[in-house]
């Protein structure tokens, strides 16, 4: 039987390491998170049964830290997405699949970012990756409607 304290809270970790990051060195910005960032998501990825989920609370986590601490959280999710590429070879996960839950997390974080956050990075994504951007809306509209209650 697993226990939720036999669990890692992966959201918190990467929340607590990033935010470590920018309280050591609040102006070096996304370049500074981003290897921390992809040293989370690997671990979780790893040793989680599924790691859907554990990437999802790694990029909510990561990305909450960078908002509550002042960063630039469009600049900072577009240099965690660019990496992902590399991180897919050294995980058990095919690129789309990676992208699509790193998203899901960072649109996690968009009801609490606010519209400006979200036209930007949607922005961002649609001139770096053509076409992706309306998968991240579709992400960000159902956030947006679970913090609103909407969605179970």
Do not use: Y
Not at 3 to 28: H, S, W
Not at 36 to 53: E, F, G, T
Not at 119 to 148: N, P, Q, R, W, Y
């Amino acid at each position: 039987m697993i226990l939720m304290a036999d669990i890692p809270d992966f959201e918190k970790q990467a929340k607590d390491a990033v935010a470590a990051v920018i309280t050591v060195d609040p102006v070096a910005g996304a370049a500074s998170t981003v290897p921390i960032m992809c040293r989370h998501l690997s671990h979780a990825a790893r040793i989680s049964k599924d790691p859907k989920p554990a990437v999802i609370a790694v990029c909510r986590g990561s990305m909450k830290a960078l908002l509550l601490g002042g960063q630039n959280v469009p600049d900072a999710a577009m240099a965690l997405m660019e990496a992902l590429p590399n991180m897919s070879l050294m995980m058990r996960t095919g690129p789309e699949d990676l992208m699509s839950w790193v998203m899901e997390g960072i649109a996690d974080v968009i009801p609490m970012a606010g519209v400006e956050v979200r036209d930007a990075l949607s922005t961002k994504i649609e001139e770096k990756f053509m076409g992706v951007s309306s998968i991240f809306e579709g992400f960000c509209e159902a956030a947006l409607k679970k913090s609103h209650g909407s969605v179970p």
